[in-house]
């Protein structure tokens, strides 16, 4: 989990109040934020790329930028200080990333303003054309104009804010990612088109004076190199590039060093291209209204799709959902007024209208907050608003105390009893093959699951006994001393048409011998052993022949103890040859429980 680092002086500066240390860290522990502590950051800049680089006092200098890869005589150029409150960065919460974000909701909170925020986008006139060339791999692509001086502070806090967002939303780009241009260099319109891996060429973001094609920028350059993966196996990349074919940015990867955004600009162009519909907007709009908290003014981008439709956007309008008062009560286990229960909800930058009477609410919240999905979300940002430090201590009603299950009790014990013997525990894979499994034991007739969909073909279907494992830990251990005893703890899963799933499991018991001269009388001594102490009574213990096409004819048998049964004996010759083993092998496999999902 990514740290973010927020400056205290600006906090105080954008809630319009100086606020102590102290009432920061509080406030923002109540809204649900894991505080790390307060530090001091040092801020870095690189002698090529113009980039910020940030560093805890307590870290070493920088001496590398780890964006274009710049190395200097000696640590980069200091440029700043600041004291800072580190916090944990949540994703579920990608509102509060950045310190606008986080001064929009300590406003809540600390009672300076109430209520939901309504964002204005004025009508704009710039357009951005998809052409039909454009990859459908990544297809959806969002854009705003944004007009905000950008200074040193903001153009951190800028590619900051990308930088989490990335992470929170668009799952490290995959499902979307920003890019942020000089409005004054673009010429109108915009065009979302490819660019060929090999024959076009630009200058990436940091490395001016180099062209660079595609292909080469993922090879060589540092976002290339970490970002390249989702690219991978194409021979056309994402390209956004403007009317008089200046080179915008290669998306999600890097943006080209004649339109950066730096400090002085008035004006900048904004896109967001993903893979994801709901990530894109959610994206653009969570980060069109953390900027709009710095005195940002956004105005819209018509977008004209691949099949003529012209869409226009951002939408930074509110969403609603509906919330039964009482269900936030009996949630909540807590009683307040229908007037409180607004208050709590203006108090976290909500609005409530009460519609159809009965206690039914029409609850509204802004376009930031991707988080809320459901009536639930709701009640914790109640939960929050009243403050977890005045929820009543009370025992859970039904009051249950937690114990062993009784596969799991059976299941220590046979182990502890294993390893007396001298045997070493090992763990297989729940999914095999059919010729390991089953064509290698010579089971013709039993049934089985197998995936419809496998991942891999090595692994296509559920195991349905525990033999598989230990043959070929024998296998990979075949040139070790001998004897060499193992044994496995672990489910089945069976085909049974009287379930709703058409399958059960079992909690089974496999163990095996393999050395220069091992017999039935070796492997009938450990299960002996086993029952004894799985068996009160050891009169119950039944053994009766088995023909088993595992198992040597008459040197196998069956055994029922009690609850239990199993098999064991001497494997096979034709099983050792398939499993490519010279020395003889006796295996046992006993069902200690059929495993209960239910109780």
């Given at each position: 989990?990514?740290?973010?680092?927020?400056?205290?002086?600006?906090?105080?500066?954008?809630?319009?109040?100086?606020?102590?240390?102290?009432?920061?860290?509080?406030?923002?522990?109540?809204?649900?934020?894991?505080?790390?502590?307060?530090?001091?950051?040092?801020?870095?800049?690189?002698?090529?790329?113009?980039?910020i680089l940030e560093r805890f006092v307590s870290a070493l200098p920088i001496e590398r930028c780890r964006d274009c890869g710049f190395e200097g005589d000696g640590?980069?150029?200091?440029?700043?200080?600041?004291?800072?409150?580190?916090?944990?960065?949540?994703?579920?919460?990608?509102?509060?990333?950045?310190?606008?974000?986080?001064?929009?909701?300590?406003?809540?909170?600390?009672?300076?303003e109430r209520?939901?925020?309504?964002?204005?986008?004025?009508?704009?006139?710039?357009r951005l054309v998809v052409r039909r060339s454009a990859p459908s791999y990544r297809p959806f692509i969002r854009c705003a104009v944004v007009r905000l001086r950008v200074d040193l502070p903001l153009l951190r806090e800028i590619m900051r804010l990308q930088e989490h967002l990335h992470w929170a939303i668009g799952r490290d780009r995959k499902l979307s990612s920003i890019g942020v241009y000089n409005l004054g260099v673009l010429t109108p319109p915009i065009y979302y088109t490819a660019l060929h891996a090999k024959k076009g060429r630009f200058t990436p973001l940091g490395m001016p004076g180099e062209s660079l094609s595609g292909e080469e920028i993922l090879r060589r350059h540092p976002k290339g190199v970490?970002?390249?993966?989702?690219?991978?196996?194409?021979?056309?990349?994402?390209?956004?590039?403007?009317?008089?074919?200046?080179?915008?940015?290669?998306?999600?990867?890097?943006?080209?060093?004649?339109?950066?955004?730096?400090?002085?600009?008035?004006?900048?162009?904004?896109?967001?291209?993903?893979?994801?519909?709901?990530?894109?907007?959610?994206?653009?709009?969570?980060?069109?209204?953390?900027?709009?908290?710095?005195?940002?003014?956004?105005?819209?981008?018509?977008?004209?799709?691949?099949?003529?439709?012209?869409?226009?956007?951002?939408?930074?309008?509110?969403?609603?959902?509906?919330?039964?008062?009482?269900?936030?009560?009996?949630?909540?286990?807590?009683?307040?007024?229908?007037?409180?229960?607004?208050?709590?909800?203006?108090?976290?930058?909500?609005?409530?209208?009460?519609?159809?009477?009965?206690?039914?609410?029409?609850?509204?919240?802004?376009?930031?907050?991707?988080?809320?999905?459901?009536?639930?979300?709701?009640?914790?940002?109640?939960?929050?608003?009243?403050?977890?430090?005045?929820?009543?201590?009370?025992?859970?009603?039904?009051?249950?105390?937690?114990?062993q299950r009784e596969e799991e009790r059976i299941s220590d014990l046979a182990r502890q009893v294993m390893l007396g013997l001298?045997?070493?525990?090992?763990?297989?894979?729940?999914?095999?093959?059919?010729?390991?499994?089953?064509?290698?034991?010579?089971?013709?007739?039993?049934?089985?699951?197998?995936?419809?969909?496998?991942?891999?073909?090595?692994?296509?279907?559920v195991r349905c006994h525990l033999k598989t494992g230990i043959m070929e830990v024998f296998v990979?251990?075949?040139?070790?001393?001998?004897?060499q005893k193992f044994f496995e703890l672990g489910n089945v899963v069976l085909v049974d048409t009287s379930r709703e799933t058409c399958t059960r499991e079992e909690r089974r018991l496999v163990f095996g011998i393999t050395d220069r001269e091992v017999?039935?009388?070796?492997?009938?001594?450990?299960?002996?052993?086993?029952?004894?102490?799985?068996?009160?009574?050891?009169?119950?213990?039944?053994?009766?022949p088995l023909e088993d096409g595992a198992f040597l004819p008459n040197r196998a048998a069956r055994v029922r103890a009690g609850g239990y049964?199993?098999?064991l004996g001497e494997v096979h010759p034709r099983v050792l040859e398939s499993f490519g083993l010279t020395h003889p092998v006796v295996l046992g496999e006993l069902c200690l429980r059929e495993i209960e999902f239910s109780d």
């Amino acid at each position: 989990m990514p740290v973010g680092a927020f400056s205290i002086q600006k906090l105080n500066r954008l809630l319009g109040r100086v606020f102590s240390q102290a009432e920061l860290v509080e406030a923002l522990e109540n809204l649900g934020c894991d505080v790390e502590g307060v530090e001091e950051l040092v801020f870095h800049r690189c002698g090529r790329c113009q980039n910020i680089l940030e560093r805890f006092v307590s870290a070493l200098p920088i001496e590398r930028c780890r964006d274009c890869g710049f190395e200097g005589d000696g640590p980069l150029e200091e440029v700043g200080r600041d004291r800072v409150i580190r916090l944990d960065l949540l994703a579920d919460r990608p509102d509060l990333l950045d310190v606008g974000g986080l001064t929009r909701a300590l406003k809540g909170y600390l009672g300076l303003e109430r209520g939901l925020i309504s964002y204005r986008v004025f009508r704009g006139d710039w357009r951005l054309v998809v052409r039909r060339s454009a990859p459908s791999y990544r297809p959806f692509i969002r854009c705003a104009v944004v007009r905000l001086r950008v200074d040193l502070p903001l153009l951190r806090e800028i590619m900051r804010l990308q930088e989490h967002l990335h992470w929170a939303i668009g799952r490290d780009r995959k499902l979307s990612s920003i890019g942020v241009y000089n409005l004054g260099v673009l010429t109108p319109p915009i065009y979302y088109t490819a660019l060929h891996a090999k024959k076009g060429r630009f200058t990436p973001l940091g490395m001016p004076g180099e062209s660079l094609s595609g292909e080469e920028i993922l090879r060589r350059h540092p976002k290339g190199v970490g970002y390249g993966h989702l690219l991978e196996g194409r021979s056309r990349y994402p390209l956004l590039v403007d009317a008089r074919g200046q080179v915008l940015s290669m998306p999600p990867v890097i943006n080209s060093e004649e339109t950066r955004l730096r400090e002085g600009v008035e004006e900048f162009f904004v896109d967001v291209t993903g893979t994801s519909q709901k990530a894109v907007e959610d994206t653009l709009a969570t980060f069109l209204c953390s900027l709009v908290e710095w005195g940002a003014k956004v105005w819209s981008v018509e977008v004209e799709r691949k099949d003529g439709e012209v869409e226009v956007g951002p939408n930074l309008r509110s969403r609603w959902l509906s919330v039964d008062y009482q269900r936030a009560k009996d949630w909540l286990g807590l009683e307040f007024s229908q007037e409180e229960f607004v208050r709590y909800l203006e108090k976290m930058r909500l609005s409530a209208r009460p519609v159809g009477g009965r206690g039914k609410f029409r609850v509204f919240y802004p376009p930031y907050r991707s988080d809320i999905r459901h009536p639930v979300d709701i009640f914790e940002d109640v939960a929050i608003a009243v403050g977890y430090s005045k929820f009543p201590d009370a025992l859970v009603p039904t009051m249950t105390v937690g114990e062993q299950r009784e596969e799991e009790r059976i299941s220590d014990l046979a182990r502890q009893v294993m390893l007396g013997l001298g045997f070493t525990e090992i763990m297989s894979l729940m999914q095999t093959t059919e010729q390991r499994h089953l064509d290698s034991f010579g089971y013709s007739s039993l049934d089985y699951v197998r995936l419809a969909n496998p991942k891999s073909q090595e692994r296509n279907v559920v195991r349905c006994h525990l033999k598989t494992g230990i043959m070929e830990v024998f296998v990979k251990n075949r040139l070790a001393a001998k004897p060499q005893k193992f044994f496995e703890l672990g489910n089945v899963v069976l085909v049974d048409t009287s379930r709703e799933t058409c399958t059960r499991e079992e909690r089974r018991l496999v163990f095996g011998i393999t050395d220069r001269e091992v017999g039935y009388a070796h492997i009938r001594a450990v299960m002996d052993a086993l029952l004894r102490e799985l068996v009160l009574d050891f009169e119950e213990v039944e053994y009766e022949p088995l023909e088993d096409g595992a198992f040597l004819p008459n040197r196998a048998a069956r055994v029922r103890a009690g609850g239990y049964w199993g098999e064991l004996g001497e494997v096979h010759p034709r099983v050792l040859e398939s499993f490519g083993l010279t020395h003889p092998v006796v295996l046992g496999e006993l069902c200690l429980r059929e495993i209960e999902f239910s109780d």
